[in-house]
T-cell receptor
Framework: DGGITQSPKYLFRKEGQNVTLSCEQN?????MYWYRQDPGQGLRLIYY???????QKGDIAEGYSVSREKKESFPLTVTSAQKNPTAFYLC??????????FGSGTRLTVV | AQSVTQLGSHVSVSEGALVLLRCNYS??????LFWYVQYPNQGLQLLLK????ATLVKGINGFEAEFKKSETSFHLTKPSAHMSDAAEYFC????????????WGAGTKLIIKP
């Protein structure tokens, strides 16, 4: 079945550490997105990519980095520069004109 | 700038009662509109979408929404609430200048009272 897979489901980060969240899709979608979700704050866009080897900053890109070397993959790195990374992270993909398909999310906690 | 407004961060209804979740958008051209549902600790799932054609759109789990251009609204309804409908619901509109990006409402948490 086609879908979008995020891993891991839970992730713990120590202070000053970089961590990478994985997102893979087999829907042949052109575009992929990363959102951050905090309680009561809805969805906030971190980065998005509409084509391989190209990506754009969203509303809250500081402290995050991404790559899009393959159409299927859009990993997100949470760097040590992100001072408050504890949140629920959602990856999504879409085709042109279509709705989004979401992964099941990664919950990141700073320990 | 385009925007999506969901009225009420929390809506509480009794089991068996009508569910009405409100969504208004700002757009000068016919938009693509979406409703998504999110259960706790899960990703979002598409409930229904409006692109063109019939203004009453039926979705999964007995939900439907009506596009009303004159009111710039796309309210989500379900005739009879079930306990399993308790979740957060998000309305979204496609950005006018993009074939891909959506603009999201802040979400409405639906609470079902037994």
């Amino acid at each position: 079945d086609g879908g979008i897979t995020q891993s891991p489901k839970y992730l713990f980060r120590k202070e000053g550490q970089n961590v990478t969240l994985s997102c893979e899709q087999n829907l042949n979608h052109d575009a992929m997105y990363w959102y951050r979700q905090d309680p009561g704050q809805g969805l906030r866009l971190i980065y998005y990519s509409q084509i391989v080897n190209d990506f754009q900053k969203g509303d809250i890109a500081e402290g995050y980095s991404v790559s899009r070397e393959k159409k299927e993959s859009f990993p997100l790195t949470v760097t040590s520069a992100q001072k408050n990374p504890t949140a629920f992270y959602l990856c999504a993909s879409s085709s042109s004109g279509g709705g989004y398909t979401f992964g099941s999310g990664t919950r990141l906690t700073v320990v | 700038a385009q925007s999506v407004t969901q009225l009420g961060s929390h809506v509480s209804v009794s089991e068996g009662a009508l569910v009405l979740l409100r969504c208004n958008y700002s757009s000068s051209v016919p938009p693509y509109l979406f409703w998504y549902v999110q259960y706790p600790n899960q990703g979002l799932q598409l409930l229904l979408k409006y692109t063109t054609g019939a203004t009453l759109v039926k979705g999964i789990n007995g939900f439907e929404a009506e596009f009303k251009k004159s009111e710039t609204s796309f309210h989500l309804t379900k005739p009879s609430a079930h306990m399993s409908d308790a979740a957060e619901y998000f309305c979204a509109v496609r950005r006018r200048d993009s074939n891909y990006q959506l603009i999201w409402g802040a979400g409405t948490k639906l609470i079902i009272k037994p």
